[in-house]
């Protein structure tokens, strides 16, 4: 079994290792921070000209997902796009594949920070600022419990950084699904506030759960090594 | 030219004589290269010429000199301020560096001084202003100083790319090399774009040799630890030593072990690149102070200030390269006319064969070095942008332009056009970007689309690219910062974990806001000092020398006597490896069947040779599990026998898996990431802006992922294969290798040969396990549940 099941504000949830969860009994997906159109917002505003195929990356990854889990609904938890313009602009095959990917199902776009205005006429779904159905779904944490977005948290694994959800009692935390995401460090001042204590889970070859403590840094298992 | 007499009158004055290569220096119409020793007066030559000329009013900057270090700059402007003074000459003479004030700066593009002493960086930043043309073009005279260190690496490239953007705007200027003793003076003034070389007399040989210890060399290990006392009675007669060390761990570990066996207390400081600045700034001082009986070190005093007291210079490890033993020997020139006296200390008794071929070279003057490749091409991209920077410009003009430095004089129009295209728009095989280029072609000229893009692209000159540093600091309110480690290191440490830094033991506590903090520990041994994953690996021509010298019986007697038996038991039970054989050894040791392969290749190249081998075998199912390589020999122990070598040093096999599997690997994502940052893909991480953390840059691994995945063609990819076959991958060395090896020797030996006995004892193995990352994170994070009592 690649995914993690664990319970949220008494709803079993499925965290999947593409960095998407799945809520069985509804048989919803959420996913956070696409931000589609990276590369050409940044192009636009005169910065790098990154490799222009992060969209596309994003889509087919989304699209596995769809594929394996075939959802009722799709819900982008905000900065689905990584500005408005960039949601205008996307080229008509991403258009098309979203389309497709929406076919037979609902598909809620949550606002988020990057993309607070209204919806590219050709993308399929609705815009919402938040969702509420007991459990709250929005873009950045507030008033618990919720499920939201945008820290895009990481942490640190045998010397590597990887996504990771951060679930506590108020909040769960998704990571960036996009593929041109950075990420905060589940440490940080900021997500340490939000979740002081609670469980991260990895996205590495599976979705690996790790405690996260009140402790300044977690608790390291003591092994056995060579000395040098 | 010739010497004025009041020149004339101010050296007599000085009790000196102008050296012969001062005067050719003066005499000489075109552009010149002066190869000299250390102490030659090198610097004097060089700007001879240009204190002559300003004995007449002249408009404008005059003098631009060059040099890789900031530090030199301060201290040639106190060098020349003398004569300068002492002759009554009105010069302004002024540096210019990423310390200058902003004020000075903005004067100096109105009102340039006669003389400017700056880096390859803040010229590459000059020369991207609007003004430049205004500012260098009465230039009449280029210093580039330590011109044998810039050409090593990509800040030579780049300074060569700035030096044909000086003489298009300054066509009279003349140029000057100014370089320590190297093997190809013809290459490197080709290097400059053709100059005539000048040799100052070498001076007498020096006086070297290796350092008689009280105890043999041990079989493996690279510290020199059991040479320590020898050391110290050489420190001891001496007045002022430089001990060079090989790695910043090793110069650590040394520092500690020398100051334990330091009875008399002398002096004796430390000075490596990971130490903080102030740290090494107090050394220089009481090094230039006279404080200091000895100082350990590593490359980072390879250049630099010239301390006349330093009359012993102590190189502990095999040098690995000739040209630099010698430039290092040359740092013991507390007279110009005495040799200077250097001793080496072999860490190993591999290094004993290593270190006394090296002496023979010395010997006979045969220095080493690699032939430099081409211009690479991320250097070129960055150029472009940055000539944009200054104005538009017109594309064939700029190619034309780019062919008169020395590394791009066969750039061709294709790659030319690639970076341009790469400057341009990306590069992309997918057109994404036509309404969003960096560069639009409008009346025939190359302009920036949005101007306000200067400031990014400034941001990111230079072709240093360092790896992620965290600082360390003792923990607390305001630590005192200890020096620097590389994040990946830092990311190994665990609570507890004890190294060394500084020289003195400290705890890991935590990373906080990005820096390491630590405490003292002073009673316990250091886990670990491997902050520098780097080791140079020993040049091909040295190894050459060291496989000769290993191969012929008949020399076997310029060796220590416990050396030779060795090599003599060899020759009895295995056989000994020679110029033109490729030897190899399996037996079994332990449970598991080694193979030793004695390639010569440095240990870049013969780690990569590990990782490709081993893949072989895996599909061949003799089930590896681990390799180790030195700088001459590779091991790789597996559960099956290797009885037949040959399939596995097929080099075609080799070739395929190095585009394949190795472009998997991290040594590739990090020349990627190197070359993408030159190029100006991605941006640096610039101080301050990593601490907010939030939604940090992303990494170049997923840029690099992504383009094999999308874009395999890709300029930036392709730039990364060249730089893989040389540098850490270094095929170039296994194809060298398999060139000059015309047959194979394989023995199948009942035990443990010789040879391959010291191989056992190094560290540094490389476990085989295509899953072990995996099983790593999942074995912490098992650990981390249970002991959360979580399951």
Known sequence: ???????????????????????????????????????????????????????????????????????????????????????????????????????????????????????????????????????????????????????????????????????????????????????????DPVLRALVPAGMAIACAHRAI?????????PPKPTRTRRRA | MTLPPRFQDWFTRQGWQPHPHQIALLQATGDTLLIAPTGGGKTLAGFLPTLVDLAEPHEGMHTLYVSPLKALTADIARNLSRPVADLGLDIRIEDRTGDTRASQRARQKIDPPDILLTTPESLALMLSYEQAPRIFGGLRRVVLDELHALAENKRGDQLMLCLARLKALAPEVTVTGLSATVED??????????????????????????????????????????????????????????????????????????WAANDDNLPIGLHHGSLSREARQRVEAAMAAGELRA???????????????????????????????????????????????????????FEVIE??????????????????????????????????????????????????????????????????????????????????????????????????????????IGTIVEAEMLKVRFRGRGGTPLGEVEESFAATLESGDTFLIGGQTVRYDGLRDMVVEVTKQPAREPKIAVFSGLKMATSTQLSHRVQALIGDPSQHDKLPPDTAEWLALQGRVSVLPRPGVLVTESFPHQGRWHLAVYGFAGRNALQTLGLLMTRVMEEAGLAPLGFLSTDYALLIWSLDPVTDPAPLLDRNALREGLGDWLGRNAVMKRSFRNVATIAGLIHRNLPGQRKSGRQATFSSDILYDT?????????????????????????????????????????????VSPLAAPLMLEKGRVPIAGQGRERLAEAEAAALMAEAGLT
């Open chain 1, 1 to 187: 079994m690649t995914t993690h099941d664990f319970i949220f504000d008494g709803q079993r949830l499925q965290a999947r290792p593409s960095g998407a969860l799945f809520w069985p009994e509804r048989r919803w997906l959420i996913v956070a921070d696409l931000h589609l159109g990276k590369s050409e917002r940044m192009a636009r505003r005169g910065g790098a000209l990154l490799p222009p195929y992060e969209t596309q990356a994003t889509l087919d990854r989304l699209g596995a997902e769809i594929e394996a889990t075939d959802p009722r609904r799709v819900i982008s938890l905000g900065d689905g796009f990584d500005d408005d313009a960039a949601g205008m602009a996307l080229p008509d095959s991403v258009c098309h594949a979203l389309q497709a990917m929406a076919q037979g199902r609902d598909w809620t776009w949550i606002s988020g920070n990057h993309d607070p205005g209204a919806l590219n006429p050709r993308l399929p779904g609705q815009v919402q600022a938040q969702m509420d159905v007991g459990l709250i779904f929005r873009h950045e944490a507030g008033q618990g419990p919720d499920v939201s977005g945008h820290f895009h948290p990481c942490l640190r694994l045998a010397g590597q950084r990887m996504r990771c959800f951060l679930a506590g009692t108020d909040h769960l935390i998704l990571p960036a699904f996009g593929a041109y995401t950075g990420g905060l460090a589940i440490d």
């Open chain 1, 209 to 217: 759960p790790v405690p996260v403590t009140t402790q300044a840094a």
């Open chain 2, 185 to 258: 003076p013809q290459g490197l003034a080709g290097f400059m774009g053709g100059a005539q070389v000048i040799d100052a007399d070498p001076g007498p040989d020096p006086d070297i040799a290796m350092l008689p210890t009280t105890n043999p060399a041990p079989w493996a290990g690279g510290g020199g630890h059991y040479a320590v006392r020898d050391v110290l009675a050489q420190v001891k007669q001496a007045t002022t030593t430089i001990i060079f060390i090989n790695t910043r761990a090793q110069a650590e570990l040394f520092f500690q072990a020398i």
């Open chain 2, 295 to 349: 100082v350990v070190a590593t490359g980072s005093l390879d250049l630099g200030i010239d301390w006349g007291a330093v009359d012993l210079v102590i190189q502990v490890g095999a040098p690995k390269n000739v040209k630099r033993l010698v430039q290092r020997i040359g740092r013991a020139n507390h007279r110009y006319n005495a040799p200077s006296r250097a001793r080496i200390v072999p860490a190993n008794r």
């Open chain 2, 355 to 460: 270190c006394t071929a090296a002496l023979q070279a010395v010997r006979e003057r045969d220095l080493d070095g690699d032939p430099r490749g081409p211009g690479p091409l991320d250097v070129l991209c960055q150029h472009i942008l940055l000539t944009a920077c200054a104005g538009p410009f017109d594309a064939d003009a700029l190619f034309r332009e780019v062919r008169e430095a020395g590394p791009y004089r066969h750039l061709t129009q294709d790659d030319f056009d690639a970076c341009l295209d790469f400057a341009a728009t990306g590069g992309y095989a997918l057109r994404a970007y036509d309404r969003w280029q960096r560069l639009m072609l409008r009346d025939g000229l190359w302009r920036l689309r949005d101007p306000r893009a200067t400031r990014d692209l400034r941001m990111n």
């Open chain 2, 707 to 751: 383009l094999r995945r999308y874009d395999p063609d890709h300029l930036m990819l392709r730039i990364t294969t060249d730089e893989a076959r040389r540098g850490l991958v270094d095929f170039d060395r296994i194809e060298e290798m398999l060139d000059r090896s015309d047959r194979l020797d394989h023995r199948m030996l009942d035990r």
